[in-house]
């Protein structure tokens, strides 16, 4: 028995609809973007309850379990991640939506007998694969489970096309037959895919791939709304697909880069920059008293934070310092580099974490002119938004990236913990030049030490 | 529903998707790419679907395993997006320096 007649359900997924446009719509504006997510929220449990109320549907207590499960398993991860953790777990809920899609399309196969559902089905099938085995890897790199270095191997072109072969066949037999067993091969093919799909980019590139993937599982879900006939999975799924489109391309522009140079330049390139081996060129690296006289004294400083202060939780360490030095009669600022920490706007949602203001974050393309007129441009943390190769080196991962001009300013101090690349696997230039100072440690060490020794200036 | 309806409401989708993002600054990227991420959990309406009309147990089994993975992207996703947004919320031209706020690091889960 069914509660409600299809108007009414058909009206109330609508509502879903537009909770769900005014959600992406609310996350313009910093000021709308929480109210926004919550009424997305309502939508979705408007169309939860909705699909109860409306369909004719057997176990019912299975479901409850099954629902149950996921939000146990999700609400307590979400809510504990931290925030230097948010882009894989974005990454890992990405792909699990998309291999939700991938078994749906598969069950409703048998059901099917028109061609161009059955297209919509095996479309869903393989995006929804893709979008599952390529989250995956997306996951594994930003955890540091693999190297997050560009993997390639002898025979991986040739090895894409016979996937892309096998896919296409694949996808042909099953809309031609109906097969099941045909299409869980299919969607085996579709998880290989996925997983040669990632394992070439490098990872300074990966948010970008996330990205990429968000509107592959949104496309997925769109496509399965069709093969169900429910408009509000067609709707959902088009806006994340369309936007999931647009926010890839904005990012990509950010890096100064094509998502297609992104996905296969490490086949073109042939040179992936930069070596797992470390040079033995000598840097010169300091002591927390040297660099906090080189504040202490400095008119101008330019903080340059990165993902690797957030790792130490030091931000608050970090803010107590930058306090000292205003007390001093020095003007500080923070320069903020759109894709800084591991997704591009990560450092806003990390330095808002700890209180920041807004007003002293400077956006790249405003503070860059301001590095030749700074004495200390104090990097935290941060590597490759500063490397240079970026503008000097055609062959690197990051070249063609807008990085922030730190060479410019009169003094550079490094905090590192190490002489380890960063994410993106290349080596710094800017390390072994001879304005560059380095003091070795945790961000957060390092800068209770300088923080200590400003004081006693 | 027909498929010429379904096709208009698709494409209609694909503008309204264009414009409500075209105008998000780079600040907020993150946080949007977590929203449109939770919102294609609604496959989790699909799923309850389709395991609601499963009468073998291997199919039941299979769509409930796809109830668990969309409801831990709805919900997840939900609730990741709040909490980076909480971050963002109302902290206007603070009077004094900042720093040293005795109410930093309150935010709870880590």
Not at chain 2, 51 to 79: E, S
Request: aromatic share 6%; proline share 5%; hydrophobic share 55%.
């Amino acid at each position: 028995m069914t509660l409600l007649d299809p108007t009414w359900t058909a009206l109330l997924y609508l509502i879903a609809a537009v909770c769900f446009i005014l959600a992406l719509r609310g996350l313009a504006s910093p000021r709308s973007a929480r109210r926004g997510n919550l009424i997305g929220a309502a939508g979705a449990l408007i169309a939860v309850i909705t699909v109860f109320l409306s369909t004719q549907l057997d176990n019912i207590p299975w479901i409850l379990a099954a629902m149950a499960i996921g939000s146990l398993i999700a609400a307590p991860v979400s809510r504990r991640v931290k925030m230097t953790q948010m882009p894989q777990l974005v990454a890992a809920f990405n792909g699990v939506g998309g291999g939700a899609a991938a078994l749906v399309a598969l069950l409703e196969l048998p059901h099917n007998e028109d061609p161009w559902v059955r297209l919509a089905i095996v479309f869903t099938l393989v995006v929804g694969a893709v979008s599952f085995a390529g989250s995956a890897i997306t996951f594994a790199k930003l955890q540091e489970l693999m190297t997050t270095r560009p993997v390639l191997f002898p025979g991986l072109p040739v090895l894409m096309g016979l996937v892309l072969v096998l896919a296409v066949v694949g996808s042909w037999v099953t809309i031609a037959t109906g097969s099941i067993g045909i299409a869980v091969a299919l969607l085996g093919v579709g998880l290989v895919a996925g997983v040669l799909l990632v394992l070439p980019v490098g990872g300074a590139d990966v948010p970008i791939v996330i990205s990429l993937l968000n509107a592959f599982t949104g496309l997925a879900v769109a496509a399965s709304g069709l093969v169900l006939g429910n408009v509000l999975l067609v709707v959902a799924g088009t806006l994340v697909g369309a936007s999931g489109t647009i926010l890839t391309r904005a990012m990509a522009a950010a890096m100064g880069r094509g998502v297609a140079g992104i996905l296969f330049g490490a086949f073109r390139g042939g040179s992936t920059a930069g070596s797992t081996t470390q040079s033995e060129r000598p840097v010169r690296s300091s002591s927390a008293e040297d660099v906090a006289v080189l504040l202490g004294y400095a008119q101008r400083v330019i903080v340059v934070p990165g993902y690797g202060l957030a790792v130490a939780q030091g931000q608050h360490t970090l803010v107590e310092l930058v306090t000292a030095l205003e007390a001093r009669g020095i003007e500080v600022v923070y320069a903020i580099h759109p894709v800084a920490g591991r997704m591009p706007g990560h450092m806003n949602v990390l330095l808002a974490e700890a209180n920041v203001p807004y007003e002293s974050l400077k956006e790249m393309a405003d503070v860059n002119p301001e590095f030749k007129l700074t004495d200390v441009a104090l990097v935290v943390g941060a590597n490759d938004v500063v490397n240079p190769a970026a503008k000097t080196s055609p062959g690197s991962p990051i070249y063609g990236m807008p990085i922030l001009a730190v060479e410019d300013a009169r003094q550079v101090v490094f905090l590192k913990r190490s002489m380890r690349p960063g994410f993106a696997g290349i080596e710094n230039e800017l390390l072994y030049e001879p304005q560059t100072t380095l003091l070795f440690g945790d961000a957060k060490d390092s800068l209770g030490k300088i923080l200590a020794a400003v004081k006693a200036l | 529903m027909d498929g010429m309806a379904l096709l208009t409401i698709t494409v209609l989708s694909v503008f309204v998707g264009f414009e409500v993002v075209s105008k998000v600054s780079s600040t907020l990227h993150t946080p949007l790419m977590s929203g449109a991420n939770a919102i294609h959990g609604i496959i989790l309406v699909g799923a309850i679907i389709v395991a609601g009309q499963a009468d073998d147990a291997w199919i039941l089994a299979v769509a409930l395993l796809a109830v668990v993975l969309a409801t831990a992207n709805l919900v997840g996703g939900f609730v990741v997006t709040d909490r980076m947004l909480e971050m963002f919320r109302g902290r206007k031209a603070p009077a004094t320096a900042p720093g040293q706020n005795p109410t930093s690091g309150k935010e709870g889960g880590r």
